[in-house]
């Protein structure tokens, strides 16, 4: 039980395009899920707070109009890099909180490359 | 929000040798998790040890837990080269803590 699974897990595009990624809990509701990115060599670090329909919630330094989230569901975020550069390129993961006992599981991560 | 410790920061061992490391956090906390992640890939789910445990066992991993020092450590018995990976662990306080990662154990097992 208690999976966390995100698609794609990697994706490439092209400098400008958009790119959406999806985060599910299979077997239990979330209410709220977080993002979190990794870049090279480093630590996740959290990027926002995902609340089931209400606005995320980001962490300083992070630009809530370049990293979309819509949390429309129990089971289902997604993250939108609008207009990618390559500085976006990076490991992207989610987490998601189980609504019974709180407990905090992580997705498998979707990596992304702009070229 | 709640951020687990990793040490080692590195640890290099033999193929078929043990491999020890810590996690040490802040507060008090409702479960632990550890979790692997090869180079370049996606984070891996390893175990999940609650705080009213001592000791969890899965295969050849072997986690324990000690609640008065706020501390777990990961054994992997036996290694293997397939085991070289960053190891990170996630404490979580429960309720409505976020879980952040430290910079994880970097264990490589040499053939």
């Known amino acids: 039980g208690a999976v966390v699974s995100q698609h794609p897990s990697w994706v490439i595009c092209k400098s400008g395009t958009s790119v959406k990624i999806e985060c599910r809990s299979l077997d239990f509701q979330a209410t709220t899920m977080f993002w979190y990115r990794q870049f090279p060599k480093q630590s996740l670090m959290l990027m926002a707070t995902s609340n089931e329909g209400s606005k995320a919630t980001y962490e300083q330094g992070v630009e809530k109009d370049k990293f979309l989230i819509n949390h429309a569901s129990l089971t289902l975020s997604t993250l939108t890099v609008t207009s990618a550069h390559p500085e976006d390129s990076s490991f992207y993961i989610c987490?998601?909180?189980?609504?019974?006992?709180?407990?905090?599981?992580f997705g498998p991560g979707t990596r992304l490359t702009v070229l | 929000s709640q951020q687990g410790e990793e040490d080692p920061q590195a640890l290099s061992i033999q193929e078929g040798e043990n491999a020890t490391m810590n996690c040490s956090y802040k507060t008090s906390i409702n479960n632990l998790q550890w979790y692997r992640q090869n180079s370049g890939r996606g984070l891996v789910h390893l175990i999940l040890?609650?705080?009213?445990?001592r000791e969890k066992h899965s295969g050849r991993l072997r986690v324990t837990l000690d609640t008065s020092k706020k501390s777990s450590s990961l054994l992997i018995t036996a290694s293997r080269a397939a085991d070289t990976a960053s190891y990170f662990c996630a404490p979580h306080s429960g309720g409505y803590q976020k879980v952040t990662f430290g910079t994880g154990t970097k264990l490589q097992v040499i053939p």
């Open positions: 040890i609650r705080s009213n445990e």
């Open positions: 987490s998601a909180r189980e609504n019974l006992n709180n407990e905090q599981f």
